[in-house]
């Protein structure tokens, strides 16, 4: 009889969000064509997301024989509400523990980490520590922790000691970058575990030129419209302060542009931003959008943007947008300085790489892309297949699984 092995997946991300449903669940489903893996999924899942999407997720779980445990993710006090949500995992991995072999903790950044290196010394159980990034630094760098503060001081420097640990103690480190990975390998540190490269990968079987339907008729889009487009959130590390003073100087020189954002945030905020760069609310549009459709609101770009802040921690950043619009062969204006982006836009659209945040240098790249700018769609759609293939994502799971816990 073959035997099944048990793994146990854990991820602070819920998969009612955004963010669960393109860099987890596609990973897993993937990997569960292999009969010899069972899951058991723990997520923590925000209220509003969850009451939105959870009977879609769970038909999809049970269709697939996966089984979710999702726990209520808390977020205030700050600190507090982390340390409880901690614990509850720690005890639900406990009672599972204790009513079924676990084979492997699949670890999906910091916080699940903390309580599985408990249970893996436990229980001697091998682990995945699959990074995501350099939490600490980037909880710095975002400006959510101030090392002048006494106590997120110490916890900072708990975290960076902890990362050793789980770069030590598991069995494989998976960064979502080269850089992050250089970086890691720099530090010299003993017994570290073997690393693999996985970025976040890209549905190839969703985001494909035959899923768009036309929505511009729906967005009020006209067929002279010259559309630039922002997809996801906005947030800690999106500059949208410089991708409006970008648009602001393209409509200068470019007629009947719109900015197209797709996403869930709040539309005021976004809109109360283009007054201050004088934007007239008429060029902008936002859209929130189901994940089946996002290539539809995508595919309505003449070009789309993103601007990461370059700073330390996103050495270690796979913008997770990035695959999605390049599968759909659409040109990208980007920054320099965030995990392995400088490399890609090298292999198929340089030109459109901004090496800095000044009006001359977006100039450059204005005057580049409504010149009569030659888009060449599948090169850069082989060069989204290279980087952010989800088969060749799976592939590299299954190899890491394999090599664990068969060989």
Wanted: one cysteine or more; proline letters at 4%; aromatic letters at 12%.
């Amino acid at each position: 009889m073959k035997k099944t092995f048990h793994i146990l997946y854990l991820s602070y991300d819920g998969l009612t969000d955004p963010l669960g449903q393109s860099q987890v669940l596609p990973y897993i489903l993937g990997i569960k064509q292999n009969e010899k893996y069972k899951f058991t999924i723990i997520s923590f899942e925000k209220k509003d997301a969850y009451n939105a999407n959870s009977t879609k997720i769970k038909e999809l779980l049970s269709k697939n024989a996966i089984n979710w445990i999702p726990i209520n993710y808390n977020k205030k006090p700050p600190v507090l509400s982390t340390l409880f949500d901690i614990t509850k995992l720690y005890s639900t991995i406990k009672k599972i523990n204790s009513k079924e072999k676990v084979h492997l903790l699949h670890c999906r950044s910091y916080i699940t980490s903390l309580t599985a290196l408990k249970q893996a010394k436990k229980y001697n159980i091998p682990f995945i520590f699959d990074m995501r990034g350099f939490y600490a630094d980037e909880r710095v760098d975002g400006k959510i922790w101030s090392k002048s503060h006494f106590i997120y001081k110490h916890i900072y420097n708990y975290f960076k000691k902890k990362e050793k640990e789980f770069l030590q103690s598991s069995q494989h480190t998976i960064s979502l970058t080269k850089n992050g990975k250089k970086e890691i390998e720099s530090w010299n540190l003993p017994n570290q575990s073997p690393i693999s490269i996985i970025p976040c990968c890209t549905d190839e079987k969703l985001f494909k030129k035959q899923n768009i339907v036309d929505k511009r008729t729906e967005l009020g889009i006209h067929k002279d419209d010259f559309v630039i487009s922002y997809v996801g959130s906005i947030g800690t590390w999106y500059m949208l302060d410089e991708m409006l003073d970008f648009f602001k100087e393209l409509t200068q020189k470019k007629e009947n542009t719109k900015l197209l954002f797709i996403t869930k945030d709040n539309p005021q905020h976004i809109f109360n931003k283009a007054d201050e760069f004088g934007i007239k609310h008429e060029a902008i549009i936002i859209k929130s959008s189901s994940r089946e459709m996002m290539p539809s609101y995508i595919g309505l770009s003449n070009f789309s943007i993103f601007f990461i802040l370059p700073v330390y921690s996103k050495k270690a950043s796979s913008p997770t947008k990035m695959g999605e619009i390049m599968n759909l062969g659409i040109p990208t204006i980007c920054n320099s300085g965030v995990g392995d982006v400088d490399e890609i836009m090298e292999k198929c659209m340089p030109e459109l790489l901004v090496k800095e945040f000044t009006k001359k240098e977006y100039n450059r790249v204005i005057d580049i892309i409504i010149n009569n700018y030659e888009v060449n769609k599948v090169n850069i759609q082989n060069i989204s297949n290279e980087y952010y293939s989800l088969e060749k994502g799976v592939e590299k799971y299954k190899a890491i699984y394999k090599n664990i816990l068969e060989e």
